[in-house]
């Protein structure tokens, strides 16, 4: 199947067994009828499996290409998952523009189990080798990076991860897999926010895996069994129906991206717009390469550098919405440095880029002549 069919029917049965329903039902039971003890059709409790939540989870191997999908409660809880995978005295090399919550699991949870973390630049892929030691365990990227944007090369950085028989994990949320499939890059582990595009509407907290290997797989679900931090039935019906209109969505959020990239970066007040679309933007060519669109997800920088500014400006829009979170239907303004990248300290932040006036941009579908006439009235 080509991708725009996978969304629809990609890992899914054509009807429901049971009553022909076209749509995977929602299962709300928490256990299932058993003939004899271990006599059951393939469910006995739904934290270790549940038909809508496995319906999801194939759906989302297909889409990435892979061969298993693990559906978590939240985006946080798939990177907990993973991190599960390694012991004491291991090490991470991580990019160091990284969502906030990400980090702060990284620094705040894990660091005090004794994995240690190092949060570097990943422009350039081969600065990575340079801090890869006998206890690097797993090499994490973002890709383009949240909130910077910056495009970090997938398929060098899984050579350097072969080369050190390391593990390659790597956020997809901005990209999603109609963008990039990073497992036929050489990743071996895709995690994904579902609450941003793949739910699509901003009604559902979600996260994913999808993996290749059948060992790592089993691993990953065996972890997610034993702690338990499992997708209910309702959020995976929900994300389910999201995935059926991604590559419909995909598209206008990369066209109105690009409209509202092109404005700012044409705007007398704007200093700076990060979106890798623009040929003066930091690795385009390898964008180019990786990416088949780049997404509506732009940041920018005005060019008085000061919080009053930046707090003026997402105050005064009236079709974006100041909010945290990405990836719905809807405009979404944010102030990085003051929301979801609070828990990063402050001289932490500006070394990647997140100055006080950084304004992060999460594109929706609606048309692109308002979005432009809403940015235009907030920065005049």
Same mark, same amino acid.
């Given at each position: 199947m080509k991708f725009?069919?996978?969304?629809?029917?990609?890992?899914?049965?054509?009807?429901?067994?049971?009553?022909?329903?076209v749509m995977p039902p929602i299962y709300q039971t928490s256990t299932y009828s058993q003939s004899t003890p271990g006599g059951h059709n393939g469910f006995e409790y739904s934290r270790s499996g549940n038909p809508t939540r496995s319906a999801l989870e194939n759906s989302l191997a297909s889409i990435e290409n892979g061969k298993h999908g693990l559906a978590f409660a939240s985006g946080l809880a798939a990177i907990d998952a993973v991190l599960k995978l390694l012991k004491p005295g291991d090490e991470i090399v991580s990019t160091n523009d990284l969502y906030g919550g990400t980090y702060r699991l990284f620094t705040s949870i894990f660091k005090d189990f004794g994995i240690k973390f190092n949060f570097i630049g990943m422009q350039d892929a081969s600065e990575i080798e340079k801090h890869i030691?006998?206890?690097?365990?797993?090499?994490?990227?973002?890709?383009?990076?949240?909130?910077?944007?910056?495009?970090?090369?997938?398929?060098?950085?899984?050579?350097?991860?072969? #080369?050190?028989?390391?593990?390659?994990?790597?956020?997809?949320?901005?990209?999603?897999?109609?963008?990039?499939?990073p497992l036929d890059l050489g990743a071996d582990i895709v995690m994904h926010s579902a609450t941003k595009y793949l739910g699509g509407?901003?009604?559902?907290?979600?996260?994913?895996?999808?993996? #290749?290997?059948?060992?790592?797989?089993? #691993?990953?679900?065996?972890i997610q069994n034993a702690s338990g931090g499992v997708a209910g039935p309702q959020d995976?019906?929900?994300?389910?129906?999201?995935? #059926?209109?991604?590559?419909?969505?995909?598209?206008?959020?990369?066209?109105n991206g690009k409209a509202v990239a092109d404005f700012l970066n044409n705007h007398p007040k704007v200093a700076n717009v990060y979106w890798p679309g623009l040929k003066n933007h930091p690795n385009h060519e390898i964008a180019k390469k990786q990416m088949s669109d780049f997404g509506g997800m732009v940041s920018f920088t005005t060019k008085r550098d000061n919080i009053k500014d930046a707090v003026a400006f997402v105050e005064k829009l009236k079709v974006f919405t100041l909010a945290e979170s990405l990836g719905g239907v809807e405009s979404l303004a944010g102030h990085p440095a003051s929301m979801t990248h609070a828990s990063i300290p402050a001289e932490e932040r500006k070394k990647t880029g997140v100055l006080d006036s950084?304004?992060?941009?999460s594109v929706g579908v609606e048309d692109k002549h308002d979005l432009i006439e809403d940015l235009k009235q907030a920065l005049g």
């Amino acid at each position: 199947m080509k991708f725009n069919t996978k969304t629809i029917h990609g890992g899914q049965e054509s009807v429901d067994p049971a009553y022909g329903s076209v749509m995977p039902p929602i299962y709300q039971t928490s256990t299932y009828s058993q003939s004899t003890p271990g006599g059951h059709n393939g469910f006995e409790y739904s934290r270790s499996g549940n038909p809508t939540r496995s319906a999801l989870e194939n759906s989302l191997a297909s889409i990435e290409n892979g061969k298993h999908g693990l559906a978590f409660a939240s985006g946080l809880a798939a990177i907990d998952a993973v991190l599960k995978l390694l012991k004491p005295g291991d090490e991470i090399v991580s990019t160091n523009d990284l969502y906030g919550g990400t980090y702060r699991l990284f620094t705040s949870i894990f660091k005090d189990f004794g994995i240690k973390f190092n949060f570097i630049g990943m422009q350039d892929a081969s600065e990575i080798e340079k801090h890869i030691t006998d206890n690097t365990k797993l090499i994490w990227i973002e890709s383009p990076t949240n909130p910077m944007m910056k495009i970090i090369d997938i398929e060098a950085v899984s050579k350097i991860a072969k #080369k050190h028989n390391v593990l390659l994990g790597v956020d997809n949320t901005f990209a999603t897999p109609y963008l990039q499939q990073p497992l036929d890059l050489g990743a071996d582990i895709v995690m994904h926010s579902a609450t941003k595009y793949l739910g699509g509407h901003s009604d559902v907290v979600m996260g994913a895996l999808v993996i #290749k290997d059948n060992a790592l797989a089993e #691993k990953l679900y065996f972890i997610q069994n034993a702690s338990g931090g499992v997708a209910g039935p309702q959020d995976s019906f929900l994300v389910l129906r999201g995935i #059926k209109t991604l590559h419909l969505r995909m598209q206008r959020h990369c066209e109105n991206g690009k409209a509202v990239a092109d404005f700012l970066n044409n705007h007398p007040k704007v200093a700076n717009v990060y979106w890798p679309g623009l040929k003066n933007h930091p690795n385009h060519e390898i964008a180019k390469k990786q990416m088949s669109d780049f997404g509506g997800m732009v940041s920018f920088t005005t060019k008085r550098d000061n919080i009053k500014d930046a707090v003026a400006f997402v105050e005064k829009l009236k079709v974006f919405t100041l909010a945290e979170s990405l990836g719905g239907v809807e405009s979404l303004a944010g102030h990085p440095a003051s929301m979801t990248h609070a828990s990063i300290p402050a001289e932490e932040r500006k070394k990647t880029g997140v100055l006080d006036s950084l304004i992060r941009l999460s594109v929706g579908v609606e048309d692109k002549h308002d979005l432009i006439e809403d940015l235009k009235q907030a920065l005049g």
